[in-house]
């Protein structure tokens, strides 16, 4: 079994970190040069600042809705992702540091833990010891722990950020849910080339 452990809008939880004040409030976070958004927390995603926008072009949106802009801060973040995977580490025999900001842990010599409780202790750990937010996602395969982790992210308040496909039911159910652009290695334009012969969700692709 594999988990992929994704700290939540991580530039803007590290940000937030050394910022509690901004907890529950909007933020973005901008490239290098201040030119296009990078990172943003849920409350500046509610209002419609997409991922890679140019940052001039929503000064006034940031104005009106009191939002928070961070340049970008590479060391930081570098150094709480390494803090993070350090912590990940101690809860699996093999762990795989994905991006700055995921990684896989497997599961498969630990047959005796229990998946949800072992979920929340790691929550809880990371939390605690570093104040970022993370979401669980645990499938067989690592396409499939993409996937739960997704639901994970997309359903919080069902989820608590948890999300275990361990039966071939919540397994269709997934797979009938997830967008075929959403796929763990389909881009946009293989996407659309698969939508034109009909092929929308992961489980279309499946079959």
């Known amino acids: 079994?594999?988990?992929l452990v994704d700290c939540n809008n991580f530039y803007a939880s590290c940000e937030?970190?050394?910022r509690p004040d901004l907890n529950g409030k909007p933020i973005v976070v901008l490239s290098n040069n201040d030119g296009c958004v990078i990172a943003r927390s849920n409350e500046a995603k509610a209002f419609g600042i997409p991922m890679g926008a140019v940052a001039y072009q929503y000064q006034e949106i940031y104005t009106k809705n009191n939002i928070q802009v961070f340049s970008s801060n590479y060391a930081l973040y570098?150094?709480?992702s390494a803090r993070v995977m350090n912590l990940l580490s101690q809860f699996a025999p093999e762990i795989e540091v994905y991006s700055i900001d995921e990684a896989f842990l497997q599961f498969d010599k630990c047959d005796y833990i229990k998946l949800d409780e072992?979920?929340?202790k790691i929550k809880r750990v990371v939390s605690k010891s570093t104040?970022?937010?993370i979401s669980l996602g645990f499938a067989p395969t690592k396409t499939l722990a993409k996937a739960a982790n997704r639901i994970a992210k997309k359903f919080?308040?069902?989820?608590n950020g948890i999300h275990i496909i361990d039966t071939d039911e919540k397994r269709i159910k997934a797979l009938k849910w997830l967008a075929i652009e959403d796929v763990w290695g389909i881009g946009r334009r293989l996407s659309q080339r698969l939508r034109n012969i009909g092929v929308k969700t992961a489980f279309d692709f499946t079959q």
């Open 131 to 133: 104040g970022i937010p």
């Open 156 to 159: 919080p308040e069902r989820t």
């Open 1 to 3: 079994m594999f988990a």
């Open 16 to 18: 937030r970190v050394f």
């Open 78 to 80: 570098g150094d709480m």
């Open 118 to 120: 072992e979920a929340l």
